[in-house]
T-cell receptor
Framework: QKEVEQDPGPLSVPEGAIVSLNCTYSNSAFQYFMWYRQYSRKGPELLMYTYSSGNKEDGRFTAQVDKSSKYISLFIRDSQPSDSATYLC???????????FGAGTRLTVKP | NAGVMQNPRHLVRRRGQEARLRCSPMKGHSHVYWYRQLPEEGLKFMVYLQKENIIDESGMPKERFSAEFPKEGPSILRIQQVVRGDSAAYFCASSPNEQTQETQYFGPGTRLLVL
């Protein structure tokens, strides 16, 4: 079993839709949770990170962590075609350099 | 302010040759991380380095792979005697210090193809 599981999709939505991206993880000791966006043939770009449980909002993006169910979510409001990319979730321990990534979900937002 | 730079962007090697991948961190960043990404799989951590020191190499294969980050110049990921299974995208990331590991900035990657 992978430590971080993510549905690879692909996920296709119309412009303006609310997108929900999700991951589950198995290691209850994970403390940091990150979402990266990766455009085709590019390196990942950090979108958001949270420490422990809770919500974090940044513009159209909201990250949620529920440690009781080991569930990580990223919501994108008013999705735009420019949001079309692969979204990677990642987790790591408090004092450890080894970030564990999900496989990534490929998102397409159609105009 | 240039971002993380990696070169070459594409590298083709035959089985048994050596591959050298270079990474120049963002200006002011002294921490470098290397990851490997296989098709349809997530990024896998390989090694974490600071200038002249390997801090964590727990993700590095035990043989053929090595990494360095000299006092001057880029970080180098070296793969000796490459095999077809080494074909992947290799990403480098950097951060200013240990306390900001979450804000790792990634380079564009080097795509290695082993024939």
């Amino acid at each position: 079993q992978k430590e971080v599981e993510q549905d690879p999709g692909p996920l296709s939505v119309p412009e303006g839709a609310i997108v929900s991206l999700n991951c589950t993880y198995s290691n209850s000791a994970f403390q940091y949770f990150m979402w990266y966006r990766q455009y085709s043939r590019k390196g990942p770009e950090l979108l958001m990170y949270t420490y422990s449980s809770g919500n974090k909002e940044d513009g159209r993006f909201t990250a949620q962590v529920d440690k009781s169910s080991k569930y990580i979510s990223l919501f994108i409001r008013d999705s735009q075609p420019s949001d079309s990319a692969t979204y990677l979730c990642a987790s790591r321990l408090y004092n450890n350099n080894d970030m564990r990534f999900g496989a990534g979900t490929r998102l397409t937002v159609k105009p | 302010n240039a971002g993380v730079m990696q070169n070459p962007r594409h590298l083709v090697r035959r089985r048994g040759q050596e591959a050298r991948l270079r990474c120049s961190p963002m200006k002011g960043h002294s921490h470098v991380y290397w990851y490997r990404q296989l098709p349809e799989e997530g990024l896998k951590f390989m090694v974490y380095l600071q200038k002249e020191n390997i801090i964590d190499e727990s993700g590095m294969p035990k043989e053929r792979f090595s990494a360095e980050f000299p006092k001057e110049g880029p970080s180098i990921l070296r793969i000796q005697q490459v095999v077809r299974g080494d074909s992947a995208a290799y990403f480098c990331a950097s951060s200013p210090n240990e306390q900001t590991q979450e804000t790792q900035y990634f380079g564009p990657g080097t795509r290695l193809l082993v024939l």
